[in-house]
């Protein structure tokens, strides 16, 4: 904490570039994964860590620890990122994923269940989608970020209860709509 706090300063007053490998070395895999887990895809997921890093280095100059944690900061640059990707034009519901080369299965009902898994993970992403930006925030944070309702509350600046709320409604929409299916 000390460490990063200290990377953070180097950043903000010389532009240390030292500082900045050290912090995005802190952070990078679970950025990674949290994009990972709602792209399931492996070069766009290291495309948007990136892109999300890059982001984080321009704005540093405007983190405010009495604001937020670093990570909950970073993790809200990261959920900016990844909704504005999937409102984009360029994003396109791609059906392909990784290879599978390399990925040992144990069981054919083993391959079974990971592939039912993969698509029930990209269902609900695309009906996340379709969520409102902020709906879309809460549920990300939460799913793919592993958040707390604390955490999320504090990275959006609103009421825990109203985080909560959002959450369940979210939640039992995306299984309506996929029981539905």
Do not use: C
């Not at 050290?22 to 895809?41: D, G």
């Not at 990570?71 to 990784?98: G, H, M, Q």
């Amino acid at each position: 904490m000390m460490k990063q706090k200290r990377w953070i300063s180097l950043i903000q007053k010389r532009g240390d570039q030292h500082a900045a490998n050290e912090l995005i070395s802190h952070y990078y895999q679970s950025i990674y994964a949290y994009v990972y887990k709602q792209t399931l895809n492996k070069e766009l997921s290291l495309d948007l860590t990136q892109d999300i890093f890059i982001s984080m280095l321009l704005s540093i100059q405007q983190f405010d620890e009495k604001k937020a944690s670093f990570k909950t900061w970073l993790y809200r640059i990261a959920t900016y990122k990844l909704v504005d990707y999937f409102r984009s034009k360029n994003y396109t519901y791609d059906r392909s994923t990784d290879s599978m080369d390399g990925v040992e299965i144990a069981t054919p009902s083993d391959f079974t269940l990971e592939l039912e898994w993969r698509e029930d993970i990209k269902k609900a992403a695309q009906l996340i989608n379709n969520f409102s930006i902020i709906d879309q925030q809460v549920l990300r944070l939460k799913l793919f970020g592993e958040q707390t309702f604390i955490e999320i509350a504090s990275s959006l600046d609103m009421p825990e209860s109203s985080i909560k709320t959002k959450y369940y409604a979210a939640i039992k929409k995306i299984k309506h709509r996929m029981e539905a299916e």
